[in-house]
């Protein structure tokens, strides 16, 4: 699982408008702490929740790294997954082995009995996460290497 690679960008909606003249393609334009940027949201884009996007509302976009970029300004990122942010919470996409550590050691998830658990069409997830490519939505995390958080949610992307 180490060659899958996300990265993320978080900012507040600002327009979305059909891209490339296809009504099943969307772009997306958000101002971030960085300056704007641009996110084309396809079919194949995973909105968590399903919820419609409106301006607004601040949004965290996932892309993968290993994917080519357009250099033009401002950035323009084909997302993978979307998450629209409440409540100052953070989220991170990452694969998590069976001990629930991201692969890239960034994060480690205790998970409680209140964490909600749920697959990417919604049903509830009865079984361990890790070995999956998790969703993780969470408030705070502790100041250790690598930080660790309780999860208040997760959407699990089953492998086949």
Do not use: W
Request: proline letters at 7%; one cysteine or more.
């Amino acid at each position: 699982m180490s060659s899958l690679s996300y990265s993320q960008i978080t900012g507040t909606i600002s327009e979305i408008t059909s891209y490339e003249k296809n009504c099943c393609h969307q772009l997306i334009s958000i101002n971030t702490a960085y300056g704007p940027a641009s996110i084309v949201l396809s079919p194949n884009t995973y909105v968590a929740e399903n919820e419609t996007l409106c301006p607004g509302m601040t949004i965290t976009a996932f892309y993968d790294t290993n994917q080519p970029v357009p250099l033009i300004y401002p950035p323009r990122y084909q997302a993978v997954a979307i998450a629209v942010l409440k409540d100052d919470e953070t989220v991170a996409l990452h694969y998590f082995n069976n001990n629930l550590v991201a692969s890239d050691d960034s994060l480690v998830l205790n998970l409680s009995e209140s964490t909600v658990i749920k697959t990417a069409n919604g049903q509830y997830y009865n079984c361990k996460p890790g070995g999956n490519i998790l969703l993780v939505y969470y408030h705070t995390t502790t100041r250790s290497i690598p930080p660790q958080t309780t999860p208040h949610k997760i959407i699990v992307f089953c492998q086949y």
